[in-house]
């Protein structure tokens, strides 16, 4: 096959989270309800271990920063923790401030961009104590404190913002789903921390504007794509459709009026408020039959998540947004949790054969970011899922570029690859 180039400037990234890598968050609702209340948490979730010290990034993001050079990526993507720059109500830590500077500047040194994230599924346990997302009106006042914060003492040195990752898995997991904290199923719940969580977007948007007009700011969604289990059937294909739209479609054609968008379609041709870009983060793809999960297929293939490998499902979400909305697209996360590098290596270069479609289709798409830099914490499995490009040993904590990792390295400084089918 011809080797497949992607356009000039493109980005190619690797991404990250605050929690996931930097230890010992210990102001925060997961941190302490792992060492808490560990029964809770084995009922509730999957867990096998409890953070802990995860990569210690808070004090190794230099040997992070060196995988990052290795591989070559040209973008970072992480988040701050809130809880770290909050330790509690009103009361900022001036010292995480400074650490977060010395971090990005050292970052930004090595000619790598940085996208930041403002909140990556913790809250402070101030904040979860007071009701979390539930509590809207207290949420929506210190969000803002801190967005505010974070943008005067760090601003300079972020290229992009995403104000929260994957509004709707935020909604999902924590209310609908119940496996992340506060652990609800609750329909109502999940509409209104959705909307909450639509309505902080705009808020961040706006922070971010006022003293940084130039930068953009981002949603990043885990777009959920949804397969009728019987092809032709038409009550599976409008059951894939409802799901879609609940999913991805709510939030982002919301942002244009503030309230989530569960009925009227939109005008398409209006640019949208409160997003420059949508962050597409794509994984899998799953089967409805009649509205309900229905089983997988015989000959498909999973990661280690257990979730099914479907390339083709990036590149409906890539023509999803490109069809519905006037902003360009990164993909914010991809990646595959194995440990089998012949593995990872198919499962990247799959998903960039259908991002490579989309940019030959005339789709503005702007970057591309692996989940994850390195091994880390994931969140509901603990550390026996491995995304990284790099291993990390949890005892030694000595980081190891995997054959994975290489291969990236070697797609990124041709800018393209050529695949082997
Ligand atoms: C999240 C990451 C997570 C990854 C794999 C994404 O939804 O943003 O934090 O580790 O999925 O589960």
């Not at 971090?103 to 000619?111: A, I, N, S």
């Not at 030959?360 to 899922?385: A, C, V």
């Not at 490009?389 to 570029?401: G, P, S």
């Amino acid at each position: 096959m011809d080797k497949l180039t992607f356009p000039e400037n493109f980005m190619w990234g690797a991404a990250a989270s605050s929690y996931q890598t930097e230890g010992h968050n210990t102001n925060c609702d997961w941190y302490v309800e792992e060492i808490n209340d560990k029964k809770l948490l084995l009922e509730n979730r999957r867990l096998t271990d409890i953070c802990g010290q995860a990569c210690d990034h808070w004090n190794r993001y230099k040997e992070d920063y060196d995988i990052a050079e290795k591989i070559g990526i040209n973008i970072y993507r992480t988040s701050a923790e809130w809880s770290r720059v909050f330790p509690d109500e009103n009361q900022e830590d001036p010292a995480a401030i400074a650490h977060y500077r010395q971090m990005f500047t050292d970052l930004k040194k090595r000619g790598i961009k940085l996208m930041l994230c403002l909140h990556h599924f913790t809250l402070p346990l101030w904040i979860s104590r007071k009701g979390g997302f539930e509590n809207k009106s207290y949420i929506i006042e210190n969000f803002r404190v801190y967005a505010k914060r974070v943008v005067e003492a760090l601003g300079d040195l972020v290229d992009y913002w995403l104000p929260v990752n994957e509004p709707n898995i935020v909604a999902m997991m924590c209310y609908l789903v119940g496996k992340f904290p506060p652990y609800k199923i609750d329909k109502q719940k999940f509409r209104k921390v959705l909307q909450t969580v639509l309505e902080i977007q705009l808020i961040a948007y706006d922070i971010i504007k006022n003293s940084f007009p130039n930068a953009p700011v981002g949603a990043a969604l885990a777009f959920q794509h949804y397969q009728p289990y019987r092809p032709g059937s038409r009550k599976d294909i409008y059951y894939a459709n409802l799901e879609f739209n609940k999913m991805n479609r709510w939030f982002l054609e919301g942002l244009e009026s503030g309230r989530l968008q569960t009925r009227k379609r939109r005008n398409k041709n209006k640019i949208h408020k409160g997003i420059d870009f949508i962050g597409v983060n794509y994984y899998t793809s799953s089967y409805l039959k009649s509205g309900k999960p229905a089983p997988f297929k015989d000959g498909e293939v999973f990661t280690d998540m257990g979730w099914l490998v479907y390339p083709q499902g990036l590149y409906d979400v890539l023509e999803y947004a490109h069809n519905n909305f006037n902003v360009p697209v990164i993909i914010t996360e991809n990646g595959a949790a194995t440990i089998d590098e012949d593995f990872r290596i198919w499962f990247i270069s799959e998903h960039l054969k259908a991002v490579h479609k989309a940019v030959e289709k005339g789709f503005d798409i702007q970057g591309f970011m692996y989940w994850s830099l390195t091994d880390n914490y994931e969140w509901e499995r603990g550390y026996t899922k491995k995304f990284g490009l790099a291993k990390v040993d949890f005892d030694t904590q000595e980081r190891i570029l995997k054959r994975g990792g290489e291969w990236y390295a070697g797609v990124i400084k041709q800018n393209g690859f050529i695949p082997k089918s």
